[in-house]
C-alpha cells in the first residue's frame, strides 16, 4: 500500500515539475518577446505570414557549419557589432562616426548592412547560402534528367539553356518577346513541355519586415511576362513562383507550396523536410 501510494506520489511530483518546467519556459519566451531589440526576431517569426517550424529547419538540417550557426544567430538577436551597436548599446569606447564603413551615407545596422548585398546569379554572393539559386537550378536539371552533373552545387555553373524531350530551363536568360518587357529575366524559366506549363520563379532575400512586400513585387514584376510568354510558346498555364526567405531566415507560408507546385517529380523529395 505505502509503495503504490509512493508511486502515485512520485507521477503527481513528476508532472507537477513539467508544468514548471513549461511555465518556466514561457515566461522566458514572454521575456524574450519584451526585448526592444533582441525581441524583433520573436516577433517577426510569430507572425501569421511566417512558417516558424520551418524557418528554423536550418538548425535541424546540420548543413552549416557551427560558426554559421552562430552567426545566423547573432543576427536574428541583432548582437553583431555594428557601429551602431557599439555606440548605443555596448558603449565601452566613445563612437564618433556610426555611419556605415562601407559607403558613410548611413548608420551602420544590420539591416543596413545586408541591404549592400544584393541577390545576383553572381557566384561570389556570400548571403544565398540558404537559398542558392545555383542550388536549385542543378537539383531541378538533375531531377529532370537535364544534367547528370554531380559536382557541388557551389561549383557548379548552369549552362543557361538546357533541354531535353520533356523539359527546358532557361537560367538568367532574357525572355524576348513581341513587345518590349523590361523585366524579362527570371532566374530560373522552367518549363514542362507535355503539360504545357511554365514557372517562373524569381528568389529573393529580403529584410525581415519586407517578405511580403517582396512577395508581392515579384507577383506585380513578372505579370506582363506571364501573359506573353502564355500566349506566345502557347502554353496552358504560366506560374510565376516567388520563392522568399529573409536575411535572418524568416521563411513565409507561400514558400513550400510553391516549391511542390513548381517542382514536381522528385524534386520536392529534397524538401521533404520542410
Ligand atoms: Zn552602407
Redesign the pocket.
Known amino acids: 500500500m505505502s509503495s503504490r501510494r509512493a508511486k502515485i506520489k512520485g507521477v503527481k511530483d513528476h508532472s507537477a515539475d513539467a508544468q514548471n518546467h513549461i511555465e518556466l519556459q514561457q515566461e522566458k519566451i514572454n521575456i524574450w518577446s519584451q526585448k526592444a531589440l533582441h525581441g524583433k526576431h520573436r516577433y517577426h517569426v510569430t507572425q501569421e505570414h511566417i512558417n516558424e517550424r520551418q524557418s528554423y529547419s536550418w538548425l535541424q538540417d546540420g548543413q552549416f557549419f557551427p560558426e554559421t550557426e552562430g552567426f545566423m544567430l547573432a543576427i536574428q538577436d541583432q548582437v553583431i557589432a555594428t557601429m551602431n551597436y557599439m555606440k548605443y548599446i555596448i558603449k565601452d569606447t566613445p563612437i564618433t562616426d556610426e ?8 548608420k ?1 545596422t544590420i539591416d ?2 545586408t ?2 548585398a544584393k541577390l545576383s546569379l553572381d557566384p561570389s554572393t556570400q548571403l544565398d547560402i540558404t537559398l542558392q539559386p545555383r542550388s536549385f537550378t542543378k537539383k531541378l536539371a538533375i531531377t529532370n534528367k537535364l544534367i547528370e552533373n554531380t559536382d557541388p552545387y557551389y561549383n557548379y555553373t548552369p549552362t543557361s539553356v538546357l533541354e531535353n524531350n520533356e523539359y527546358k530551363l532557361y537560367w538568367g536568360v532574357e525572355i524576348h518577346t513581341d513587345k518590349t518587357i523590361p523585366a524579362n529575366r527570371p532566374d530560373i524559366v522552367f518549363q514542362s513541355k507535355a503539360d504545357k506549363v511554365t514557372y517562373l520563379t524569381d528568389i529573393a532575400i529580403p529584410k525581415d519586415t519586407n517578405i511580403q512586400n517582396a512577395y508581392a513585387g515579384k507577383i506585380s514584376k513578372y505579370t506582363e511576362l506571364a501573359i506573353e510568354i502564355k500566349r506566345l510558346w502557347k502554353q496552358n498555364k504560366v506560374t510565376i513562383v516567388p520563392l522568399i526567405m529573409s536575411i535572418a531566415g524568416l521563411t513565409p507560408n507561400t514558400f513550400t507550396p510553391h516549391l511542390q507546385q513548381a517542382w514536381t517529380n522528385g524534386y520536392t523529395k529534397y524538401f521533404k523536410r520542410l
Open positions: 555611419n556605415c564603413r562601407k559607403c558613410h551615407q548611413q551602420e543596413h548592412i541591404s549592400h
